[in-house]
């Protein structure tokens, strides 16, 4: 059974960073591509960052270029996503995710998604 598990979301001052991470169990998370979501109170979710499978290439939104990376941990079998330069718009649920017919990514997102994890909160606040 595949299951992600999101973790490292907090309270934080805008500025500040935080490293979430996405663990996986009943996968090999370097075999397909990785995306990450969020969903802020009252919207939709939106994809944040994606990364295809097997050392292939990162992909961000325009509105964490720059300031967030996602990476990958195989010996950990991890992924994660660093932020930096947190902003009061950052703050959102936090969701890893994965399809496992799909080794690349569309753009910054996955192109269909069929396990996702419960989510991880972030604020960003002073």
């Known amino acids: 059974q595949v299951q992600l598990v999101e973790s490292g979301g907090g309270l934080v001052q805008p500025g500040g960073s935080l490293r979430l991470s996405c663990a996986a169990s009943?996968?090999?998370?370097?075999?397909?591509?990785i995306g990450w979501f969020r969903q802020a109170p009252g919207k939709e979710r939106e994809g944040v960052s994606c990364i295809s499978s097997s050392g292939g290439a990162p992909y961000y939104a325009d509105s964490v270029k720059g300031r967030f990376t996602i990476s990958r941990d195989n010996a950990e079998n991890t992924v994660y996503l660093q932020m930096n330069g947190l902003k009061p718009e950052d703050t959102a649920v936090y969701y890893c995710?994965?399809?496992?017919?799909?080794?690349?990514?569309?753009?910054?997102?996955?192109?269909?998604?069929?396990?996702w994890g419960k989510g991880t909160l972030v604020t960003v606040s002073s």
């Open positions: 009943g996968i090999i998370l370097d075999f397909y591509a």
């Open positions: 995710a994965t399809d496992i017919t799909t080794y690349y990514c569309s753009a910054y997102t996955l192109p269909s998604v069929d396990y």
